[in-house]
């Protein structure tokens, strides 16, 4: 058993003394100037070609998402120690960029009256397309297992939008809230990432 723990130390030991190879960095920033400069190319034609606002600026938000992932997983490959801190923005942002998917496709669908209009209307009708892809025949949407043993089918219409709208907005919530306190455990020094202990969060 004292050896294993020795082997365990000296192994931890040598992780804590590995640096990041050159090769990796230099790969890694290459597909981080890729996806900059293809993120930067999009957002311009979106915002030179800003027709349609009602939808665009939530599109630009979506858009926006892959050049904070790309520099915030840069940073945290190259400087690991302030990964959590930078976790917190990109969280943070995470959050807003589903606000912004969810409102870009009511958006689409021409705002919230004709969505809900429009799930209304596919709810009662008595086509054989489900609707969604786990919807049964009489249009509602069922749980998936376990669930739909204890909360029954959701009929698709305006309720099914609101509970949609709503599990939304508490997500946007949670994960900022989570983020918050991941950096604040951090600070701590009590944040044990992936670990499920009662003395770290």
Known sequence: MAMAMELADKLLLVLRSYS???WATIISGLFVAVSLSLSIY????????YKNPEEQKFLVGVVLM????AIE???SLVNPTIGVDIEILRDGYEAFAMYCFGRYLVACLGGEDRTIEFLKKE????SDAP????????RHVNHPFPMNYMLNPWPVGEWFYLVVKFGLVQYMIIKTICALLA???ESFGVY???EFKWNCG
Request: with cysteine.
């Open 20 to 22: 990041l190879p050159v």
């Open 123 to 126: 709810g009662s009708s008595g």
């Open 192 to 194: 044990c990432e992936g």
């Open 66 to 69: 892959v050049p904070i992932y």
């Open 131 to 138: 609707l969604l892809g786990n919807a049964s025949e009489e």
């Open 73 to 75: 997983s840069y940073i």
């Open 42 to 49: 999009l957002l311009l034609n979106h915002l030179s070609a």
């Open 183 to 185: 950096v604040i455990l």
